[in-house]
């Protein structure tokens, strides 16, 4: 409910509460870390070993039978202590000397019979009620307790000036307990209060009122009774008993706890009551006995602006509902409270009553309450909680006829909607509905009041907002907590909401576009949700990162992952996922680029590498090889018929024959030169590989012009295969010229691995220096072999 429109009668009921409150001042922690709790702890004595610090002791409801100097004298800083429901029969205050900062001390309900004075000043609170004194146990010391504000007292019997003492002191409350209280018949004592803001007094709880006592009290503002036993013959005692109490016209609050009575004595003290200066009347746990029966009652003009019941035992079970119902109908008071009460109805006023407020909480009300009720035209507020209510269409009927009402609060009932095909009639005036606690669906929706601006709807059983619903323009706060929605509602239908309460429900997968849509929005609670922590919550997170933490309640403790497994019990601040993984399109599309990229790089690796020619050559090496694996090995070994074979470029063939050959002939080593030895009618590359395999040496002249020689690379390529396939060492190479690095192509990457990972012979240039290249020669061949001609002989 808006704030102000709460009903005003509930601040009055706790005014004398508050009194207290604000006078003592005295704040009680178990947190406190100066607090010491050693209640019901079956003591009978102080203990000996509390905190020299202490300022709180709680020595409660233990057996403790007499207090000495020794027990309070160490704890210097207490300021608070609690000694009731104990058996204490003696005190002495000056146990409490060493104490000097003493403001709170509670002796109630002990068996204290005396109390010797001490001069004390700090006390702010002092609780002496509910003991066995004879005489209110007043010291002249309690003159000097300029800042007391609550005082407790017992007695039997009261004298006028036995508060005499005190009289100059302005207290906030003073409790009498007259439990015990005796007096002889047809004797009548006073007792006279001059400065109390709150007066409380306790009778005995099952004796018949016959307390004959006369009390004033000065500037008295609540006046609260407890225990009252009454019937119809004691009934003016206890009128006459309050003539004194409510003369002053000061008093504004009266309440009675805990009284039984007849139901014709209980009209006699509304009547009396009705033109005293009272506005507040508050009776709790109210007992009717005997019989309930028609009373005349005279409405008058009254002060009177509340009256609140709760909590009403009829033990009568056989009476008129219109004798009981009709008393309040008609009162002409602003504010009626009636409350867990086992009433089934209540009338509507004869004529246009003054109520502006009704609370019938917790009773048993059906849908015929106030049915075509048209004298509530002053009604502002009605609360209807904990009834009978069970269609929410003739609740919206019930409110046609009150053209004052704003607030209506019809929660804890069996409300349902959905009953009617008929649209909902409502009065328009209602800003503040409270449906909640019922059992009302997605429907209600369509069942509201016009221009309503607080919609309470949690606890029931929705499921979503239709979208197709009567907008509701002015709604500002909505609470649809504790239902199963799996969506955050959006405001097209909405548009002023700025309160939104969407805890406790089933949302997993909230819009990512609510935030967009209620712009206006001041306060969002949607924690305790099952949020699924999946790639559909991303942009809804991203979206929370920018709302202010004072509009996003319970952020972010209250919001956390429920699935998947690995991520429950996350805080959504914590959940990330890329884009990548989310987003089918992006990731088919990176995917692509990166194959494409792949392919194009090694498409150019081949292409840079001649990738194509190197697999020519694997291929026409594997199927020679292929024919070679079907030749015994003797055969093979009888088919090595040369020492060397020469590979070299056209260009430097003068070079060979000039030099190398004649050289290597003369030292008897057989040659294999292509020009000569190749077999008409075979492949080029057939022939290259024969020629290898049949010679025991490669030797391959180096120079820039073996460089640009493809068929030199072919058969440089073969000899180095033929080299790792043997195991041996058969590659000589002969540098004729220098051959720049920069100028080998990449593609014969292979020669250049050769000439930077073996050694070659270079060619000298001075004759000098020839005789030790010959001699290099001469070493690569130092073995001597067994060569097979082509006409089968064998040569050494």
């Known amino acids: 409910m808006t704030k102000d429109k709460e009903p005003i009668v509930k601040s009055f009921h706790f005014v004398c509460l508050m009194i207290i409150i604000v006078g003592t001042r005295i704040q009680f922690s178990d947190g406190n870390e100066f607090a010491v709790d050693k209640s019901k702890r079956g003591l009978i004595h102080v203990p000996k070993d509390l905190p020299l610090k202490t300022k709180v002791l709680d020595m409660s409801q233990n057996y403790i039978a007499e207090l000495q100097v020794s027990d309070m004298s160490f704890l210097s800083e207490l300021t608070v202590l609690r000694l009731s429901h104990n058996r204490i029969q003696l005190l002495d205050l000056s146990v409490f000397k060493f104490n000097q900062d003493l403001e709170y001390l509670d002796l109630s309900h002990n068996q204290l019979q005396k109390i010797s004075c001490h001069p004390i000043v700090s006390f702010r609170h002092l609780d002496l009620s509910f003991n066995d004194f004879k005489a209110l146990p007043i010291c002249k010391e309690f003159g000097n307790l300029s800042q007391l504000n609550f005082l407790g007292l017992s007695a039997m019997k009261l004298q006028k000036l036995d508060l005499l003492p005190i009289a100059h002191l302005h207290l906030s409350y003073i409790l009498l307990d007259l439990r015990n209280y005796y007096i002889k018949e047809n004797e009548t004592e006073s007792l006279q209060i001059l400065n109390a803001k709150t007066l409380h007094l306790v009778f005995h709880p099952t004796s018949l009122f016959a307390i004959q006592v006369n009390i004033s009290v000065n500037t008295l503002g609540c006046l609260q009774l407890t225990n009252i036993k009454l019937n119809d013959d004691n009934c003016q005692v206890f009128i006459k008993f309050l003539s004194e109490l409510t003369r002053g016209p000061t008093l504004l609050n009266f309440t009675l706890n805990h009284i039984e009575t007849t139901w014709k004595c209980l009209v006699r003290v509304f009547q009396f009551l009705w033109p005293k200066p009272v506005e507040y009347l508050n009776i709790y746990n109210l007992t009717i006995i005997e019989s309930i029966r028609e009373e005349d009652f005279t409405y008058s003009k ?181 239902n199963s929605l799996t969506d955050l509602p959006g405001c097209g239908s909405f548009s002023s909401l700025s309160v939104l309460i969407i805890d406790h429900n089933s949302v997993s997968h909230p819009s990512a576009d609510f935030f967009q849509s209620c712009q206006k929005m001041r306060s969002i609670k949607a924690g305790d949700n099952p949020f699924q922590c999946t790639c559909e919550l991303r942009e809804f997170v991203k979206n929370i ?119 290597l002939e003369k030292e008897d080593i057989q040659i294999c030169l292509h020009e000569r030895n190749f077999v008409p009618g075979k492949s080029i590359v057939e022939n290259i590989i024969n020629c290898i395999e049949k010679s025991y040496k490669s030797i391959f002249v180096l120079s820039p012009n073996f460089v640009q020689s493809e068929w030199c690379h072919y058969e440089l390529y073969f000899a180095h295969h033929n080299l790792f396939h043997e195991g041996s060492n058969n590659l000589i190479l002969i540098l004729l010229e220098p051959i720049p690095q920069n100028s080998i192509p990449n593609k014969y990457h292979k020669l250049k691995a050769l000439m930077t990972q073996r050694t070659y012979l270079q060619w000298p240039k001075e004759k000098s220096k020839r005789g030790l290249f010959w001699a290099n020669i001469r070493a690569a061949f130092n073995m001597k072999l067994t060569l097979v001609t082509e006409n089968n002989d064998v040569k050494s």
């Not at 328009?428 to 606690?437: D, G």
Request: glycine share 2%; charged share 20%.
């Open 302 to 482: 009254t002060t009177l602006k509340a009256l609140t019941i709760e909590h009403i035992t009829n033990q009568v079970f056989l009476f008129s509902q219109t004798a009981l119902y009709t008393v309040f109908s008609e009162m002409n008071i602003m504010m009626l409270t009636i409350s867990d009460t086992p009433f089934i109805h209540m009338l509507c006023p004869h004529a246009p009553s003054t109520f502006k407020f009704l609370n019938f909480t917790q009773n048993v009300f059906t849908d015929s309450i106030f049915e075509k009720c048209s004298t509530l035209v002053k009604l502002e507020t009605l609360i209807l909680q904990k009834n009978g209510l069970k269609d929410l269409f003739k609740v919206g009927l019930m409110t046609k006829d009150m053209p004052s009402l704003e607030i209506l609060d019809v929660s804890w009932n069996s409300l349902e909607s959905g009953r009617h095909k008929e649209n909902c009639t409502w009065v328009e005036s209602i800003v503040v509905l409270n449906l909640s606690s019922n059992m009302l669906t997605d429907s209600v929706f369509r069942c509201l009041p016009p221009r309503i601006k607080v919609l309470d709807l949690h606890s029931n059983k929705i499921k979503s907002i239709p979208k197709q619903v009567v907008k509701l323009e002015a709604l500002q706060e909505l609470n649809v907590a504790f």
């Open 545 to 663: 990162d920018q709302v202010s933490s004072e509009v996003l309640e319970g952020w972010p403790d209250s919001y956390k992952c429920d699935y998947p497994e690995s991520y429950r019990g996350s805080p959504l601040k914590d959940f990330h996922m890329s884009e990548l993984s989310c987003n089918i399109t992006l990731l088919i599309v990176t995917i692509g680029a990166t194959m494409l990229v792949l392919a194009v790089t090694v498409t150019s690796l081949c292409i840079y590498l001649d990738l194509p020619w190197y697999l020519r050559m694997v291929c026409q090496w594997t199927q020679t090889r292929r024919r070679a694996r079907n030749i015994p090995l003797e055969e093979l070994q009888r088919n090595l018929q040369f020492h060397a074979f020469i590979s070299y470029s056209e260009h430097d063939s003068a070079w060979v024959k000039s030099e190398l050959v004649p050289y």
